[in-house]
């Protein structure tokens, strides 16, 4: 057996279970196998460090879905990276039945983020999970002024 690090990226249909150690922000999980760095891959949050609109709110929604202590499945994506350039694993995060990149995005916490222009297999479902959101104003939508496109990450300021 290997660390998830060292392993060649799995197979799309085969999710690796984990469990999480802690939430850093709204699109970035630790985990305790391996004390990996995942990324939640296709998606952005508002950044804690830049001090921008909805950052804290992100990164609870974030540890309320993937609460430290519980178990997830971590999902790769064959048409894409299997890690950013800081060495963080670019995952799918499941819980039960739940695409957790999808759902933030669907709560106003994140935005959809196709790097390069790269969309996965879930890019449909996260344009859906973001025109819900913008149309209705669930989280940032509803307290920042937000500039989005797919294809670069989110920037927010207070409303």
């Known amino acids: 057996m290997c660390a998830l690090a060292g392993c060649a990226a799995p197979a799309e249909t085969d999710p690796v279970g984990a469990t999480v150690a802690r939430v850093g922000d709204g699109d970035t999980l630790d985990i305790r196998e391996g004390r990996e760095r995942v990324r ?3 998606i952005d949050a508002p950044e804690l460090g830049e001090g921008e609109c909805y950052a804290r709110q992100a990164r609870d929604e974030l540890e309320r879905l993937a609460r430290p ?11 894409l990276s299997d890690e ?64 989005w496109r797919p294809d670069r990450a989110v920037v927010t300021r207070p409303g």
């Not at 819980?95 to 916490?109: D, F, I, Q, T």
């Not at 344009?127 to 104003?137: N, S, T």
């Open 40 to 42: 939640l891959v296709q």
């Open 69 to 79: 202590g519980s178990r997830i499945e971590l999902e790769a994506d064959a048409n």
């Open 84 to 147: 950013d350039r800081f060495g963080r694993l670019l995952r799918y995060v499941l819980v039960g039945a739940s695409n957790v990149n999808v759902e933030l995005v669907r709560r106003g916490a994140a935005t959809p983020y196709f790097l390069g222009g790269d969309e996965g297999r879930y890019a449909d479902e996260l344009l859906d999970a973001v025109a819900g959101a913008r149309a209705e104003r669930r989280g940032m939508w509803a307290s920042c002024r937000v500039e």
